[in-house]
């Protein structure tokens, strides 16, 4: 029997125009874009979808149900297409089909109403069911947007956690590094994975100094405190110090330095020293001695704080007081702008990270601003005794033949690479190990002297006592990408095969590698392979024709990138992410910069950056924090304008200026490449294996377009700040792009608790036992994420309620 035809309501109407136009713009867009990716070489996906939804469109308006038909055949190709283009990934098949499942939805629950309008059976029950598939599908794909995606599962055995025995608790984080061989890890389980879900505020102070620019060339907090029996130790970005009661967070003393630079205001941290503890002397056959103290008698400042500030100064303070140390310097300060020459004026020179106390020797290095001109100050490095702020030596990367001050009316050699990051120090060996950067400028090495091809980007080993150089290993040759070594090498105790142990050192670099080293002679104890790399387009450019990579040890974020690993929160922000890929230079890694826009992943902001690792020794494993975010480059001729784009910033002293310097970011704001955008990892030191890698992150206080998301998808956001390593088998992190602090269990990578803080924080916790209450606590700064508007002044310690 005919069923008579049903004119359609209206409504109906209405939202068929409203459907059709939904899917014709989506075609539209589609056919266009592909159209040019198509051009590029790229997927012919995007075309030949497009052009269905166009003709689904064209079916729809005028209320064909070939129109459904049609959408359908471009959603079940597309789900084809996902899963051959990306597997079974999570994140990667949300972007691709969720927002297409939607309209499917919607398609089919139109479909009963227009057969019924061409006079056929609506088919209601198989319709709906279908609909109610998907939208079950859709719903669990959204609920899994708030679980994490680890890509790395702990499959193997968990190590046990092993309780902290009588006597061995911790007593102090002296260091920047809590131990000189920067471990970030305490010997500390009041709190531990079992109860830290109770983990509560103790206490919250003000520090007054609010960092005021969220861009990263302002203020900005990344402070490490230091701890020392019932007093802790703070400094805040215009090199302020503060001394606070530990258990309490009450305001001891307050010493206001008030330091003033017009970019990149920050303190890192600071050192301590006390001249009543024993001088530890080497224990390494031929290492030389420690130069002992010589304080006067009765003098202030037995126990010293030491800093050094973006005015280059090196200040002493008494640890009890905040009062300068008269015996140091003039007055409790020592300039370091003798020898620098110009630049410091024009706050191109500028000491960021914390001081490195070797033995009594006090190391400092400096960081000097990048890209600007290839006559700069340069990176010399430089020891000054703890106790008078004497300069007991000099290491000139340039001219290592300058011990001390260059003679009158010289300067130390100029624009060489620079040590702008932590250091650490071996007591066994009186080592300090210092993570060296590149020479000016980062894009154009043209004019590097061979000193600085043989210095840069490398880990610099020196005797602490004469600054004499020990060796030294290279992790980029010719480095062309701000690939520096940006962080403290950490002293391990490799484990062999035979159970035995090598004195070893491991740090992570901007190109994503993890080195590990023999601690007397810099050879490498894993296995590290020169690899061919490709040579760029600049006329005079020497290109290394390989570059070293550590095989032996796993690389973190440095997969090499494909059409599809491009991303974005729909099928359109991901087409104009193909498009940009398609149009960039990219040959992996190591891709030159050049007059053709280049794509770099990682990008100058690296990999890995100054917060380091942590280690747990009881159980071997390091961490890692890393962030993905890559950048694209492109050198143009002095003078020369780009069509469309700003003026080309002049790189000083070279024929070629910068016209692109930018994230690789969709129109979105977000990285084109899949999440996760940054990870925690855990590196197993018996196996060299990763042993879990987990998504660290939400976009609760960030997302499109720099606007707030409010949702806790845990989709992996970039990092910058350190972790910390606890033997309650905790890792404590708050350097994300979220307002938490985070607890991960060190022995599988599930998140264990996080407390929600004021705002970001870019600081590094440190753990410690306050001696008066036995109580154990955790302390973080929190004065801003990078990027955020949000800022504060925030220090504030968690404990475990009575």
């Known amino acids: 029997m005919p069923i008579p035809q049903t004119p359609l309501s209206l409504p109906m109407r209405l939202w068929l125009v409203l459907l059709s136009l939904s899917i014709g713009a989506a075609g539209l867009f589609m056919s266009l874009f592909g159209y040019r990716l198509l051009a590029l070489h790229g997927s012919?996906?995007?075309?030949?979808?497009?052009?269905?939804?166009?003709?689904?469109?064209?079916?729809?308006?005028?209320?064909?149900?070939?129109?459904?038909?049609?959408?359908g055949v471009a959603y079940i190709g597309s789900v084809g297409w996902a899963i051959m283009d990306v597997g079974l990934a999570f994140w990667p098949l949300m972007s691709r089909l969720q927002l297409l499942t939607v309209l499917m939805i919607a398609v089919l629950?139109?479909?009963?109403?227009?057969?019924?309008?061409?006079?056929?059976?609506?088919?209601?029950?198989?319709?709906?069911?279908?609909?109610?598939?998907?939208?079950?599908?859709?719903?669990?794909?959204?609920?899994?947007?708030?679980?994490?995606?680890?890509?790395?599962?702990?499959?193997?055995?968990?190590?046990?956690?092993?309780?902290?025995?009588?006597?061995?608790?911790q007593t102090?984080?002296?260091?920047?590094?809590?131990?000189?061989?920067?471990?970030?890890?305490?010997?500390?389980?009041?709190?531990?994975?079992?109860?830290?879900?109770?983990?509560?505020?103790?206490?919250?102070?003000?520090?007054?100094?609010?960092?005021?620019?969220?861009?990263?060339?302002?203020?900005?907090?990344?402070?490490?405190?230091?701890?020392?029996?019932?007093?802790?130790?703070?400094?805040?970005?215009?090199?302020?110090?503060?001394?606070?009661?530990?258990?309490?967070?009450?305001?001891?003393?307050?010493?206001?330095?008030?330091?003033?630079?017009?970019t990149w205001m920050r303190c890192r941290g600071l050192a301590y020293f006390d001249v009543d503890q024993p001088v530890s002397q080497p224990s390494v056959a031929g290492a030389t001695a420690v130069p002992?103290?010589?304080?006067?008698?009765?003098?202030?400042?037995?126990?010293?704080?030491?800093?050094?500030?973006?005015?280059?100064?090196?200040?002493?303070?008494?640890?009890?007081?905040?009062?300068?140390?008269?015996?140091?310097?003039?007055?409790?300060?020592?300039?370091?702008?003798?020898?620098?020459?110009?630049?410091?004026?024009?706050?191109?020179?500028?000491?960021?990270?914390?001081?490195?106390?070797?033995?009594?020797?006090v190391v400092v290095g400096g960081r000097v601003a990048d890209n600007a001109s290839t006559d700069m100050p340069g990176g010399v490095i430089r020891g000054y005794d703890v106790m008078t702020g004497a300069l007991r030596w000099a290491f000139d990367p340039g001219n290592p033949q300058v011990r001390l001050l260059p003679t009158p009316g010289q300067t130390y050699s100029r624009s060489t690479p620079n040590v702008w990051a932590p250091m650490s120090y071996d007591p066994a060996s009186n080592t300090v190990y210092l993570p060296v950067g590149s020479a000016a400028i980062d894009f154009y090495g043209v004019q590097h002297h061979p000193l600085d091809r043989q210095f840069g980007a490398s880990l610099l080993a020196l005797d602490a006592t004469t600054g004499?150089?020990?060796?030294?290993?290279?992790?980029?040759?010719?480095?062309?990408?701000?690939?520096?070594?940006?962080?403290?090498?950490?002293?391990?105790?490799?484990?062999?095969?035979?159970?035995?142990?090598?004195?070893?050192?491991?740090?992570?670099?901007?190109?994503?590698?993890?080195?590990?080293?023999?601690?007397?002679?810099?050879?490498?104890?894993?296995?590290?392979?020169?690899?061919?790399?490709?040579?760029?387009?600049?006329?005079?450019?020497?290109?290394?024709?390989?570059?070293?990579?550590?095989?032996?040890?796993?690389?973190?974020?440095?997969?090499r990138l494909s059409e599809a690993d491009m991303w974005g929160i729909t099928p359109f922000d991901q087409l104009l992410c193909r498009i940009e890929f398609k149009s960039l230079r990219y040959d992996g890694l190591f891709t030159p910069p050049g007059t053709q826009t280049t794509l770099n992943l990682p990008?100058?902001?690296?990999?890995?950056?100054?917060g380091g690792l942590s280690i747990d020794p009881t159980r071997q494993y390091l961490f890692v924090n890393d962030m993905r975010v890559g950048l694209e480059v492109q050198l143009v001729a002095q003078g020369e304008e780009v069509k469309g784009k700003k003026p080309p910033r002049a790189l000083q002293g070279t024929p070629y200026a910068i016209s692109v310097k930018r994230r690789f970011l969709s129109p979105l704001g977000i990285p084109c490449q899949k999440p996760p955008f940054g990870t925690l990892t855990a590196v197993d030191l018996k196996t060299r294996q990763i042993a879990w890698q987990a998504p660290i992150g939400t976009v609760q206080d960030t997302g499109p377009l720099g606007i707030k998301m409010h949702l806790p998808m845990p989709i992996g956001m970039p990092t910058l700040g350190g972790t910390l390593a606890t033997q309650g088998g905790l890792l404590f992190i708050a350097a994300t792009q979220d307002h938490y602090l985070h607890a991960f269990d060190t022995g599988n990578g599930s998140e264990l608790w996080k407390g929600r803080l004021p705002v970001g924080s870019q600081g590094t916790p440190i753990s410690y036992r306050d001696p008066a209450t036995g109580k154990q606590y955790v302390v973080v700064t929190a004065g801003g994420g990078r990027g955020s508007q949000d800022r504060g002044?925030?220090?504030?310690?968690?404990?475990?309620?009575e």
């Open 109 to 169: 629950l139109t479909l009963p109403r227009l057969r019924r309008g061409e006079g056929r059976p609506p088919l209601k029950t198989p319709t709906y069911a279908c609909a109610t598939v998907l939208i079950l599908a859709s719903l669990g794909a959204g609920g899994s947007m708030f679980l994490p995606h680890a890509e790395v599962h702990a499959s193997t055995p968990i190590p046990p956690r092993i309780p902290v025995t009588v006597g061995h608790e």
């Open 44 to 71: 012919a996906y995007f075309v030949v979808c497009g052009v269905v939804l166009l003709l689904s469109a064209a079916k729809l308006v005028r209320a064909k149900t070939a129109g459904v038909a049609l959408f």
């Open 172 to 262: 102090d984080w002296q260091h920047y590094g809590n131990t000189p061989g920067a471990s970030r890890f305490v010997a500390l389980d009041q709190i531990n994975s079992d109860n830290v879900q109770r983990l509560q505020v103790a206490w919250t102070y003000h520090t007054g100094d609010i960092p005021i620019s969220p861009t990263g060339n302002g203020a900005e907090d990344e402070t490490t405190p230091l701890q020392v029996g019932q007093q802790l130790f703070v400094c805040t970005p215009h090199n302020n110090v503060i001394a606070l009661q530990a258990s309490t967070g009450k305001q001891l003393w307050k010493t206001e330095i008030n330091a003033q630079q017009k």
């Open 793 to 801: 002044d925030y220090v504030i310690a968690y404990a475990l309620p």
């Open 292 to 361: 002992l103290p010589l304080p006067q008698i009765g003098a202030l400042c037995r126990q010293r704080i030491v800093l050094n500030t973006i005015e280059a100064e090196l200040i002493a303070l008494d640890a009890h007081t905040g009062q300068f140390c008269t015996d140091f310097g003039i007055g409790g300060r020592v300039d370091l702008k003798p020898g620098i020459g110009k630049g410091v004026e024009s706050n191109q020179y500028s000491l960021t990270s914390a001081p490195t106390l070797a033995g009594t020797t």
């Open 468 to 559: 004499l150089e020990k060796w030294h290993f290279q992790t980029v040759h010719d480095d062309l990408w701000d690939f520096d070594v940006p962080m403290p090498p950490s002293l391990i105790d490799l484990p062999q095969a035979d159970g035995t142990s090598t004195p070893a050192l491991v740090f992570g670099t901007k190109a994503g590698q993890l080195f590990v080293l023999d601690r007397l002679t810099g050879k490498p104890l894993t296995q590290v392979e020169e690899q061919p790399v490709m040579a760029g387009d600049i006329p005079g450019e020497t290109y290394s024709p390989t570059q070293p990579v550590s095989v032996g040890m796993p690389q973190v974020g440095t997969e």
């Open 603 to 610: 990008g100058s902001l690296g990999d890995m950056n100054w």
